[in-house]
């Protein structure tokens, strides 16, 4: 069997990103046959609402769930080439998207005051 990926979410009532707003389903979009379908999916439907900050995606893969903190201090607010040309950090796997949150938080918040820096979460 190929692998599926989703794209899952919704508007959820704070930034913590645990309970969806008006006490909603999490949207699911999918199944896509790639992960470059899926994040095309998720690229739309981020920037549909990329005024809202209440609003998140997230892609997983099948029923498998293996998030990793990917990110680091990058050259331009671009984000696009780390400064010191190393690859991107890489921090995981966590088996729940909520454990991997945390490091996200935790790495984001350590490091607020640098505009450079981004970390984002992925599924692998």
Known sequence: ?????WVIGGEYTDTDFRSLRDGKAEERHGPFDSLEAARAEWAGLSMSQVDNAM??????RGGEAEFW??????????FRVIADGDPE???????????????????????????????RIEQA
């Open 55 to 60: 609003v998140r995606y997230r892609i997983e």
């Open 69 to 78: 903190v990917v990110g680091g201090r990058y050259k331009t607010t671009e």
């Open 1 to 5: 069997m190929a692998d599926e990926y």
């Open 89 to 119: 950090e890489r921090h995981g796997p966590f088996a729940e998207y909520d454990d991997a949150m945390k490091e996200w938080q935790a790495r984001s918040m350590a490091r607020i005051d640098d505009a450079h820096v981004r970390y």
